[in-house]
T-cell receptor, first 113, second 114 residues
Framework: AQSVSQHNHHVILSEAASLELGCNYSYGGTVNLFWYVQYPGQHLQLLLKYFSGDPLVKGIKGFEAEFIKSRFSFNLRKPSVQWSDTAEYFCAVLSGGSYIPTFGRGTSLIVHP | NAGVTQTPKFQVLKTGQSMTLQCAQDMNHNSMYWYRQDPGMGLRLIYYSASEGTTDKGEVPNGYNVSRLNKREFSLRLESAAPSQTSVYFC?????????????FGEGSWLTVV
């Protein structure tokens, strides 16, 4: 069965710092990859997704993620975070042929102004 | 542009009471899901429905039942609520063709069982 690991459970940054959140998955076949964001008290919203093609994916609000197949990784990055990026971030993986995504446990990001 | 709509948003139940969480989507998606979210546990799948007329257990189905009433609606029922079911519940929908396997979430239902 697919598993998804998000190694950073809690991240605290100051505004303008760079961000990288790790995501690794276990299944080695065809995958669809997602990052979702959950702002305090809100539902999960899609940040970006990778299905195929360019492994560097750009999403909303200046976020990007890079799919590295050899490392089973899909890390999320942002060059300069803002206070409004304070949220919980979830990585999700959909294995080929499945319609049930597997979610990581999430990373809580706090950005101090 | 409603997307996925859940009701109620907040509910307090006494142990042993029953209730149904309602979910409807207007995106014509085939698949629908119910997740619960607890601190430190991430999202856990309770039940899912691959298409109208089918339902299957997810990771944590005990204490819950579901009904896929039609293509739009997927309800979650707690027959005899327990304090361990205090959680935030999210309904979601997706479709391999219409949404490219992306799933979309409702705004959540905060349930407290006392």
């Amino acid at each position: 069965a697919q598993s998804v690991s998000q190694h950073n459970h809690h991240v605290i940054l100051s505004e303008a710092a760079s961000l990288e959140l790790g995501c690794n998955y276990s299944y080695g076949g065809t995958v669809n990859l997602f990052w979702y964001v959950q702002y305090p008290g809100q539902h999960l919203q899609l940040l970006l997704k990778y299905f195929s093609g360019d492994p560097l994916v750009k999403g909303i609000k200046g976020f990007e993620a890079e799919f590295i197949k050899s490392r089973f990784s899909f890390n999320l990055r942002k060059p300069s975070v803002q206070w409004s990026d304070t949220a919980e971030y979830f990585c999700a993986v959909l294995s080929g042929g499945s319609y049930i995504p597997t979610f990581g446990r999430g990373t809580s990001l706090i950005v101090h102004p | 542009n409603a997307g996925v709509t859940q009701t109620p948003k907040f509910q307090v139940l006494k142990t042993g009471q029953s209730m149904t969480l309602q979910c409807a989507q207007d995106m014509n998606h085939n698949s629908m899901y119910w997740y619960r979210q607890d601190p430190g546990m991430g999202l856990r799948l309770i039940y899912y429905s691959a298409s109208e007329g089918t339902t299957d257990k997810g990771e944590v189905p005990n204490g819950y039942n579901v009904s896929r009433l039609n293509k739009r609606e997927f309800s979650l029922r707690l027959e005899s609520a327990a304090p361990s079911q205090t959680s935030v519940y999210f309904c979601a929908s997706g479709d391999s063709l219409l949404s490219g396997n992306t799933i979309y979430f409702g705004e959540g239902s905060w349930l407290t069982v006392v």
